[in-house]
């Protein structure tokens, strides 16, 4: 940076731009950082040769944040099942779809009505399989069927 005078012999501050030596086709992910000191910083990389980018790390692994020849997928320690992988805080971590939880998204959550212990477990967001002679949304109807039958419907439990 330096200083110079405008025309009423005001000093101001300028910055010395860069310049441009090379690009990257579509940028490095993201939208730039500061176009009028660099044309190399992006959100999710930075371009360092013709169409090269070099994503940034996560925090405090060290480890990329993003993956692609334009840094432009968000790269997660596990597989997202039911979500997608996301940068945030300088880290990367699934974000669950609703009705998931767990840090790949593959827990189902039976937030509605539950699933009765020891008659059902939760198999999709709010949808319970139950035990056999239970049955109703959170399994906890017993069958009204006689000789430790099953149940043939799960609505009138007979």
């Known amino acids: 940076e330096y200083v110079t005078l405008d025309s009423s012999s005001q000093p101001i501050l300028a910055i010395e731009q860069v310049p441009i030596t090379h690009a990257c086709?579509?940028?490095?992910?993201?939208?730039?950082?500061?176009?009028?000191?660099s044309a190399?910083?992006?959100?999710?990389?930075?371009?360092?040769a013709p169409d090269t980018c070099?994503?940034?790390?996560?925090?405090?692994?060290?480890?990329?944040?993003?993956?692609?020849?334009?840094c432009e997928a968000a790269l997660c320690d596990v597989s997202c099942k039911n979500g997608d992988c996301v940068?945030?805080?300088?880290?990367t971590h699934c974000k669950c779809n609703a009705g998931w939880v767990s840090v790949a998204c593959d827990v189902p959550v039976c937030a509605t009505y539950g699933c009765t212990v020891g008659?059902?477990?939760?198999?999709?967001?709010?949808?319970?399989?139950?035990?056999?002679?239970?049955?109703?949304?959170?399994?906890?109807?017993?069958?009204?069927?006689?000789?430790?039958?099953?149940c043939n419907d799960g609505a009138a439990g007979t």
Do not use: M, W
């Open 119 to 150: 008659r059902g477990i939760c198999v999709l967001p709010d949808t319970c399989e139950c035990e056999p002679g239970f049955f109703s949304q959170d399994c906890g109807k017993a069958c009204a069927c006689g000789d430790n039958g099953k």
């Open 40 to 48: 190399y910083e992006y959100d999710h990389g930075t371009c360092v």
């Open 25 to 37: 086709t579509g940028g490095c992910g993201g939208n730039i950082k500061n176009a009028t000191v």
């Open 87 to 91: 940068y945030e805080n300088n880290d």
């Open 54 to 70: 070099e994503c940034v790390l996560r925090q405090p692994s060290g480890k990329p944040a993003f993956q692609g020849t334009a």
